[in-house]
C-alpha cells in the first residue's frame, strides 16, 4: 500500500513538472546561443580583469559585482531591503498613475476635437520642459521621500501613453465607422466595441515604452532627491568610489525594467491573444 502511493505520488509530482521541463528545455533551445554570449562575456571581462590587473575602483570584476549583488550581509543590509523596495514602489505608483492618466487623457481627445485643441498644446508644453529641472521644485514641495520621485516618473512616462492609445483609438478603418454609422451605432458602442479593441495593441505599446521610461525617472528622482532606494546608492557608491555596488545597483535597475516589459507583455498576451509580437 505504501509502496503505492509512493507510486502515485510519484508519477504526480513528475506530471506537474513536465511542462516546466518542457517550457525550461524550449527556452534553452531557443535562446541558448544568447545565453553562452552572455557567459562568455562575463568569462572575457573577468580575464582582462585579471591579465591587465585593472583596478577594482575603475572597472570591478564579475566575481566582485555578484559578491556585492549576493553577499547575505551587504545585500540585505544594503541592496535587498529597503533600497530596493523603495525604488520599486516609486516605479510602480509611476507606472500606474502613468497609465491610468495616459489612457484617460488620450479618451478624452480622441473623443472631441475642441478638447483636443485645448489638451494637446498644454500636454506639448508640459513634454516640452525637462524633467530633471523639474526636480528641485519637487524637492522643494513635497521633501525627500516617494512622492517627488514617483511624479518624475510620471512625467516622464505618462506622454508615450497618451500619443499611442490615441493613434489606435483613431486608427479605425472608416469603412467599418461608415458601416456602424449606418447600422445607427451609439457613439458610446462605437469606442467600445471598435475603438477600444483596435487600440489595445497600441495601448500596449505605449504601456511597454512607459515602464522603462518609470524606471529611468525613479532612478533621476533618486539622484537628486532621495535617501534611499537604488539611486541613492549609485550615488552614494560613487562617493565612497566603490564600484561593485555600483554595478550591482546598475543590474538590479536592468532587471526591474525588464521584469515590468515582460509582465505586461503577459498581460498583452492574455488580453490580446491574436496579436503575437515575438520579440528577438
Not at 35 to 43: E, H, P, R, S, V
Not at 105 to 130: C, H, K, Q, T
Not at 143 to 172: C, D, E, R
Request: glycine fraction near 6%; charge should be positive; aromatic fraction near 14%.
Amino acid at each position: 500500500m505504501i509502496r503505492t502511493l509512493r507510486i502515485i505520488f510519484s508519477s504526480s509530482i513528475s506530471y506537474l513538472f513536465v511542462p516546466v521541463r518542457m517550457k525550461a528545455a524550449a527556452f534553452l533551445k531557443r535562446h541558448y546561443l544568447k545565453l553562452l554570449q552572455f557567459i562568455g562575456f562575463l568569462l572575457l571581462w573577468q580575464i582582462i580583469i585579471v591579465l591587465f590587473n585593472i583596478k577594482e575602483y575603475i572597472i570591478p570584476s564579475p566575481l566582485a559585482v555578484f559578491s556585492a549583488l549576493f553577499n547575505p550581509e551587504v545585500a540585505a543590509a544594503y541592496l535587498w531591503g529597503k533600497q530596493i523596495s523603495a525604488t520599486l514602489t516609486e516605479i510602480a505608483c509611476g507606472f500606474v498613475v502613468s497609465a491610468f492618466l495616459g489612457i484617460l487623457i488620450a479618451v478624452i481627445i480622441s473623443w472631441s476635437s475642441l478638447l483636443r485643441s485645448i489638451v494637446m498644446p498644454l500636454l506639448v508644453f508640459f513634454n516640452s520642459i525637462p524633467k530633471i529641472a523639474m526636480a528641485p521644485l519637487f524637492l522643494i514641495w513635497f521633501g525627500y521621500g516617494i512622492i517627488p520621485n514617483a511624479l518624475i516618473a510620471i512625467l516622464i512616462a505618462f506622454f508615450p501613453v497618451v500619443i499611442n492609445t490615441t493613434t489606435g483609438l483613431n486608427a479605425v478603418d472608416r469603412d467599418l465607422l461608415d458601416l456602424v454609422n449606418y447600422l445607427h451605432a451609439k457613439r458610446w458602442q462605437v469606442f467600445i466595441k471598435i475603438q477600444f479593441p483596435n487600440a489595445l495593441p497600441y495601448i500596449f505599446s505605449g504601456l511597454k515604452i512607459s515602464t522603462t521610461l518609470c524606471v529611468v525617472g525613479a532612478i533621476i528622482g533618486e539622484f537628486i532627491a532621495s535617501d534611499k532606494g537604488v539611486g541613492f546608492i549609485l550615488m552614494d557608491s560613487q562617493a565612497l568610489i566603490d564600484t561593485p555596488p555600483m554595478f550591482a545597483g546598475l543590474i538590479i535597475i536592468a532587471a526591474l525594467g525588464l521584469g515590468l516589459f515582460g509582465l505586461i507583455s503577459i498581460f498583452e498576451r492574455l488580453l490580446i491573444p491574436w496579436q503575437r509580437v515575438e520579440l528577438a
